[in-house]
């Protein structure tokens, strides 16, 4: 591919970012929106809690036909299609009926599914090997600005009155308009620009995944990336504010502050460590670093309470886990380049996979005894859980082929 054509990947990539940022405003906002949206639909707080959970049915199934819409039709019609549902679940938001945010909410998880899988493959073709990990640390980090942007800048929107139908009005606006902005600017994917091995043999909608799904490296990335994120996506977003109440006696306020720094983590950790694996040429080492950061810091937090607050300890936490990201670089890396779209789809959807069996075991062994043996005891032993997943990570690392650009050149 000609540099020109790479710069104007770069460009796409840079619209890319703007719909993964709306991804996870959109995502996280209706947290903070709970009693509003419940007038909205005219239903229970229960009902509703559930209609908002519908998001990840069609964001863990869309993840693998996204990653087949990619290698099969190019950046362009997919992006533009995936933004476009995204924008049109975003307005059905606007109608005060159950059916329509059911409706509407099952569209934004299959809108978003394409945003993340979208990016890497635009970063895959504007960037070089050096510098992919790099890129998609920052695209994660964009993320993150908008999960966070969904909930500190919206929260306090609708705390002083903005009704909520202008916020899910302006975000189906800017989210089409993303995606026709998307469609004019990926260039158009010619054949000639094709693997020769997908010339010469026309692939089934399946093939792409049957050729990820039979490489053992796709698996290990799936199963370290999920056991990486679980303890920030299931115990820092999810549990944590309850833990911090009920076993370490924090006031409602101080427990959210302390959980939400995880995510501050992510954005600096993210394109930190993906930098760092891009300018050593190794994988690797630095997704094992990040890992032992993750285990030192809950280590801290619950032998040495006093070394540091607390809010310190779990921005640490997110540094560290920004090394879950380090996978999707080398899932790509260790699969032929016409499969780089399924490549993303696969290990979102085992990454998923792995926090969704991790989920209700977490919840039977310590979220459910929460409210019967909460102290300090009960703190060490749920963190305690997730320090024996980030021991498993290491070790299924050790199994990993090193694919940095060091080891290429070798």
């Known amino acids: 591919m000609n540099a020109s054509l790479k710069k104007f990947y770069v460009i796409a990539w840079v619209f890319g970012l703007v719909f993964y940022f709306l991804d996870y405003v ?41 990653g087949i819409a990619l290698d099969k039709f190019g ?44 990016c890497v493959y635009l970063a895959s073709k504007g960037f070089s090997s050096k510098s992919l990990a790099t890129a998609i640390g920052f695209t994660q980090c964009i993320g993150m600005l908008g999960g966070t942007a969904g909930q500190f800048v919206v929260g306090p929107w609708v705390e002083e009155g903005v009704n909520i139908d202008t916020f899910w009005l302006w975000s189906g606006i800017a989210t089409i308009i993303t995606a026709f902005g998307l469609f004019f600017v990926i260039p158009k994917e010619k054949k000639a620009e094709e693997s020769t091995e997908t010339v010469t043999k026309p692939m089934g909608y399946l093939e792409p995944y049957k050729i990820v ?27 944590a504010v309850a833990f911090f109440e009920k076993d370490k006696q924090f006031v409602f306020h101080d427990a959210a502050i302390t959980s939400a720094m995880v995510a501050f983590g992510w954005v600096f950790g993210c394109p930190l460590l993906g930098f760092i694996t891009d300018k050593i040429g190794r994988r690797k080492p630095v ?31 997110g540094l560290g886990s920004g090394a879950a990201m380090i996978p999707y670089s080398v899932i ?16 979102n959807f085992i990454t998923f996979g792995v926090t969704t069996l991790l989920s209700p075991v977490f919840s039977r062994w310590f979220g459910k005894s929460l409210g019967d ?31 940095g650009s060091k080891a290429q050149t070798a």
């Open 373 to 403: 043996s909460a102290g300090d005891l009960h703190f060490q032993h749920s963190i305690l859980f997730w320090i024996s997943g980030i021991v498993l990570a290491i070790i299924v690392s050790l199994m990993l082929k090193e694919t």
């Open 75 to 118: 950046g362009k019609k997919s992006l533009f299609v995936g933004t476009l549902i995204l924008g049109i679940g975003c307005l059905l938001f606007l109608i005060s009926s159950q059916v329509a945010g059911v409706s509407g909410r099952l569209l934004q998880g299959a809108g978003c599914a394409f945003a993340f899988p979208g």
């Open 332 to 347: 790509k890396e260790a699969n032929p380049d016409f499969v780089k779209g399924s490549a993303t789809g696969a290990i």
């Open 213 to 239: 799904f039979k490489n053992p490296q796709s698996w290990l990335c799936g199963i370290i990336s999920g056991l990486l994120f679980a303890p920030t996506t299931i115990f820092a977003m999810t549990w």
């Open 26 to 66: 959109i995502r996280s906002a209706p947290a903070v929106m709970i009693p509003e949206l419940v007038n909205n639909f005219n239903t229970t707080e229960l009902k509703l809690i559930s209609m908002v959970g519908t998001y990840y049915y069609t964001y863990s199934t869309c993840s693998l036909i996204a």
């Open 287 to 317: 997704l094992v670093a990040g890992a032992v950061v993750m285990i030192l810091s809950l280590l801290q937090l619950i032998y040495l309470p006093e070394l540091y607050p607390a809010k310190i300890s779990m921005f640490i936490l």
